[in-house]
């Protein structure tokens, strides 16, 4: 298990001095790197300490967690939806640069369906109608796109099926056993399917999704909206809760919402990324903090 220096083990309270640590550190643990804001001189390498250096997440208010590339593969399922949406509107539309996995991480990954659609398009000097969510998936709007991405991920899920990472599992088993609260905060409009198919989704008294984001009229990630708005629905504080990301958009948003640690979650952004854009702790894997 690990823990953290001025964390007490499985105590309900959290060390003022142990959040102030955890802010102005970063760790490097299960192949992740720890860094200070300021951007490194090229030619030093990174501190690595032993994993047992990492905070004991139960000992803070809450943990919440994005879903896609976190909880669960479907950051995969989506990017391969998304790469296959776009590869087709690119050639029908004839966009040029072609669509790279790169798009996916630098404009779609951890916004909402029509703001990544939208940030893409911007991407490429391209200017079509928002349109309505309604709208039918062949329809070219800002909504008409999104809905046909959602149309190839639904068709890969249902297809495919999906499985949480056993690590996050573990994490979240060991969050329940200690009582510590945790909530989902997901960009994506399928959260609770995706929950459902997974079968976790009993797990999370509160879910800040797509959907709710979009009734409440909360801004998508990097803006600080749906984690400072999933924190009061939880009724814990940020400034004493961990939030667990894995897109840069993501890690933004917790950072700017106040969270006492932004763990960031390696599965292909890269740890550099992820420090700099705001995560305080990065693993490659949430065993990271049980083993």
């Given at each position: 298990?690990?823990?953290?220096?001025?964390?007490?083990?499985?105590t309900?309270a959290?060390?003022d001095?142990?959040?102030?640590?955890?802010?102005r550190?970063r760790?490097?643990?299960g192949g992740?790197?720890?860094?200070?804001?300021?951007?490194p001189h090229?030619?030093?390498?990174?501190?690595?300490?032993?994993s047992?250096?990492?905070?004991?997440?139960t000992?803070f208010?809450?943990?919440?967690?994005d879903?896609?590339?976190?909880?669960t593969?479907?950051?995969?399922v989506?990017?391969r939806?998304?790469?296959e949406m776009?590869?087709?509107?690119?050639?029908a539309w004839r966009?040029?640069?072609?669509?790279?996995?790169?798009?996916?991480?630098?404009y779609?990954?951890?916004?909402?369906?029509y703001?990544?659609?939208?940030?893409?398009?911007?991407?490429?000097?391209?200017?079509?109608?928002?349109?309505?969510?309604?709208?039918?998936?062949?329809?070219d709007?800002?909504?008409g796109v999104?809905n046909?991405k959602?149309v190839?991920?639904?068709?890969?899920?249902r297809?495919e099926?999906?499985?949480p990472?056993?690590?996050s599992?573990?994490?979240?088993?060991?969050?329940?056993a200690a009582?510590?609260?945790?909530?989902?905060?997901?960009s994506s409009?399928?959260?609770?399917e995706?929950?459902?198919a997974a079968?976790?989704?009993d797990?999370?008294?509160?879910?800040?999704?797509?959907?709710?984001?979009?009734?409440d009229h909360?801004a998508?990630?990097?803006?600080p909206?749906?984690?400072?708005e999933?924190a009061?629905?939880?009724?814990?504080d940020?400034a004493?809760?961990?939030?667990?990301?894995?897109?840069l958009?993501?890690v933004?948003?917790?950072a700017?919402?106040?969270y006492?640690?932004?763990?960031?979650v390696?599965?292909?952004?890269?740890?550099?990324?992820l420090?700099?854009a705001g995560?305080?702790?990065?693993?490659d894997?949430?065993?990271a903090?049980?083993?």
């Amino acid at each position: 298990m690990a823990s953290g220096a001025g964390l007490g083990r499985r105590t309900r309270a959290v060390d003022d001095d142990a959040l102030k640590h955890a802010r102005r550190t970063r760790q490097y643990a299960g192949g992740a790197a720890l860094r200070a804001p300021a951007p490194p001189h090229p030619d030093l390498e990174p501190a690595v300490t032993d994993s047992r250096d990492l905070p004991d997440l139960t000992t803070f208010e809450g943990v919440l967690f994005d879903l896609d590339g976190v909880l669960t593969p479907t950051a995969e399922v989506h990017m391969r939806a998304w790469k296959e949406m776009f590869d087709e509107l690119f050639a029908a539309w004839r966009i040029e640069p072609a669509y790279t996995d790169r798009d996916y991480f630098e404009y779609v990954d951890g916004k909402k369906r029509y703001d990544g659609v939208a940030s893409l398009l911007r991407s490429r000097d391209v200017e079509v109608p928002w349109g309505d969510p309604s709208d039918d998936p062949s329809e070219d709007t800002v909504c008409g796109v999104g809905n046909r991405k959602n149309v190839v991920f639904s068709r890969i899920l249902r297809s495919e099926g999906i499985q949480p990472y056993p690590g996050s599992i573990a994490l979240l088993d060991l969050l329940q056993a200690a009582g510590t609260p945790i909530a989902v905060v997901s960009s994506s409009k399928n959260a609770v399917e995706v929950l459902e198919a997974a079968g976790i989704r009993d797990r999370f008294p509160v879910v800040m999704d797509g959907v709710v984001a979009e009734r409440d009229h909360l801004a998508s990630k990097p803006a600080p909206d749906v984690f400072a708005e999933a924190a009061r629905m939880l009724g814990v504080d940020p400034a004493r809760s961990a939030a667990v990301e894995d897109a840069l958009s993501g890690v933004r948003s917790a950072a700017a919402a106040g969270y006492a640690v932004v763990v960031g979650v390696d599965r292909g952004v890269g740890a550099d990324d992820l420090a700099a854009a705001g995560a305080t702790v990065v693993v490659d894997d949430l065993a990271a903090f049980v083993d």
